[in-house]
């Protein structure tokens, strides 16, 4: 039984991947992120990042490896996630769950800045919102999503879709695969 669950998990992600690699809108649209983001780099902007659950723990990553190090020693890039629980539990009480990251986008967004906001369903009203916010700010908005029409796409201007799959889990394999090679993207595009 665990052989079988395992196969098959492989097989599905494997599939998932296929999909995926598979659209023609694929590298073209993870190339205009590594364009956008590299663009906002270079002009002294920043990254926000921003996701619910694992799309947080993936929004986190995102932004420890661009100030931190991904594979060699490079100067650190200016990206954090929204993801401090002192603030998102003091928003979501004086406030609301659906303000957590707004409100921070709204305090710290600037013009040129890039909101990179995931969501495996693209409907999370409150990444939405941070979306619209960011829109309103000057910013540019990049979506990690699932295919499909969804109110993130809408809303973002380079929006990048994994394969629509029965469970979330292997949506969020594929923006974690593509997290990973725009950052090393990133690198070579600026110069490390």
Same mark, same amino acid.
């Given at each position: 039984m665990k052989r079988q669950i395992i196969e098959h998990s492989l097989r599905e992600a494997n599939d998932a991947l296929a999909d995926f690699l598979a659209s023609p809108r694929t590298l073209p649209t993870m190339e205009a992120i590594v364009d956008t983001m590299a663009e906002a780099l270079r002009n002294g902007c920043k990254i926000m990042s921003c996701g619910n659950g694992g799309s947080l723990c993936d929004a986190t990553h995102f932004a420890e490896e661009l100030t931190?190090?991904? =594979?060699?020693?490079? =100067?650190?890039? /200016? /990206?954090? /996630?929204?993801?401090?629980?002192?603030?998102?539990?003091?928003?979501g009480n004086d406030f609301s769950f659906g303000d957590i990251f707004v409100r921070w986008v709204e305090a710290f967004g600037k013009p040129g800045d890039v909101l990179l906001a995931i969501s495996t369903s693209g409907n999370s009203q409150n990444i939405v919102a941070a979306a619209e916010a960011a829109r309103r700010l000057?910013?540019?908005?990049?979506a990690l999503t699932a295919e499909g029409p969804t109110r993130l796409a809408e809303t973002a201007?380079?929006?990048?879709? /994994?394969?629509?799959?029965?469970?979330?889990?292997r949506i969020q394999e594929i923006h974690i695969k593509v997290i990973h090679i725009v950052i090393e993207a990133l690198e070579k595009e600026l110069g490390f």
């Open positions: 931190g190090r991904f =594979r060699e020693n490079r =100067r650190p890039l /200016a /990206a954090m /996630a929204i993801n401090d629980p002192a603030y998102m539990t003091c928003v000057g910013m540019k908005v990049v201007d380079v929006t990048l879709q /994994a394969p629509r799959t029965p469970h979330s889990d």
